[in-house]
C-alpha cells in the first residue's frame, strides 16, 4: 500500500507542475494534461483508502496524518466534479499544489498497522470525522475559488487583460463554486458535529466538554453560518464573500492542524 500512496503523492506533485506551467506558458491544453494527471492521483488515491480499510478494518481517517490525506484526496475529487460542469481548469492552480502539500505533510506519520482505543471503535466516530472532513475539503475548494475569484476581479478592474486573466474562468462561475461549496460544506461538517457530540455524550457523558478542538471547530462552524446566512439572507456576493471564505479556512485550518500543537486536547488520539 506504501507505493500506492508513493505513486499518488508523485501524480499529485507532476499535476501541480502541469498546472502551474500552464499558468506561466498561458495555456489551456497543458492544463488539460495537468487534469488527466489529477484524475489519476486521485483513482490511485481512491484504491489506497480503500486497500488500507480493508487491511486495517477501521476508516483511514483515525488520525491527523490520515485525515490530511483524506482530505487532500476530497479536496480534488470535488474540484474534478466542478471541473466537468464548469470547465474552470485553471481552478486546478490552486486546488493542486494544496492537495500536494497536505500529501507532503500526512507522509510525515503514515504507520501501517495501529492499536484502535476502545473510545474510537464503533460507526459514530468515523462518520463524524469523514464527514467533518469531506465538509473541510468543500472548504479548501471554496477557498481556492476565493482566492482565484480576487485575483481575476483585480485584472478586469485593472483592465488588465492578459493571457492570464484569459485563461482563469468568469467571476460568476468562481462565485457559484465558491457559495456551492460553502452551503454543502456547511451542511456536511453540521451532520458530522452532530454526530460527534452523540459520540461523546456516548463516551463522556456529556455532549460539549470545552475541549480546544471543539472550541475552534465551533468557531469554524460560526464563521460559516455566518458568510451562508449573508449569501443567502443578504445577498452577498463577489468580493466580500471571497475574502470571508478565505479568512474563515484560514481559521478552519489552525482548527485542524494547529489545536493538536498548540493545545492539549483529547482529540489527539494517535
Not at 460542469?85 to 500529501?103: D, W
Not at 475552534?216 to 462552524?221: N, S
Amino acid at each position: 500500500m506504501d507505493l500506492l500512496f508513493k505513486i499518488a503523492l508523485v501524480a499529485y506533485f507532476l499535476s501541480t507542475i502541469g498546472y502551474v506551467a500552464s499558468i506561466l506558458i498561458k495555456r489551456v491544453l497543458i492544463a488539460k494534461s495537468a487534469t488527466w494527471i489529477l484524475s489519476v492521483a486521485v483513482a490511485v488515491h481512491t484504491l489506497y483508502l480503500v486497500l488500507r480499510w480493508i487491511k486495517t478494518g477501521y476508516s483511514p481517517v483515525i488520525n491527523l496524518y490520515e485525515s490530511l490525506s483524506f482530505i487532500a484526496w476530497a479536496a480534488s475529487g470535488v474540484y474534478l466534479v466542478f471541473q466537468t460542469r464548469t470547465k474552470t481548469r485553471v481552478l486546478g492552480a490552486f486546488v493542486s499544489p494544496l492537495a500536494f502539500l497536505l500529501m507532503i505533510a500526512a507522509s510525515i506519520r503514515l504507520v501501517e498497522n495501529v492499536s484502535i482505543p476502545l473510545i474510537l471503535q464503533g460507526y459514530w466516530v468515523p462518520l463524524h470525522v469523514t464527514l467533518s472532513l469531506v465538509g473541510e475539503a468543500l472548504f479548501a475548494v471554496a477557498c481556492c475559488a476565493g482566492v482565484m475569484y480576487l485575483m481575476q476581479d483585480h485584472y478586469i478592474k485593472k483592465k488588465k487583460f492578459s493571457g492570464l486573466s484569459r485563461l482563469f474562468p468568469s467571476l460568476r462561475d468562481l462565485d457559484r463554486i465558491n457559495h456551492i461549496c460553502i452551503l454543502w460544506g456547511f451542511l456536511l461538517l453540521t451532520v458530522g458535529v452532530i454526530a460527534g457530540s452523540i459520540w461523546a455524550r456516548t463516551v463522556w457523558g456529556s455532549h460539549w466538554q470545552w475541549d480546544p478542538k471543539q472550541v475552534w471547530t465551533m468557531i469554524t462552524w460560526v464563521l460559516y453560518a455566518i458568510l451562508l446566512h449573508q449569501r443567502v439572507a443578504i445577498g452577498w456576493k463577489g468580493r466580500k464573500a471571497a475574502f470571508f471564505s478565505i479568512a474563515a479556512f484560514a481559521i478552519l485550518i489552525f482548527a485542524v492542524v494547529g489545536v493538536q500543537i498548540f493545545f492539549v486536547t483529547v482529540h489527539d488520539f494517535i
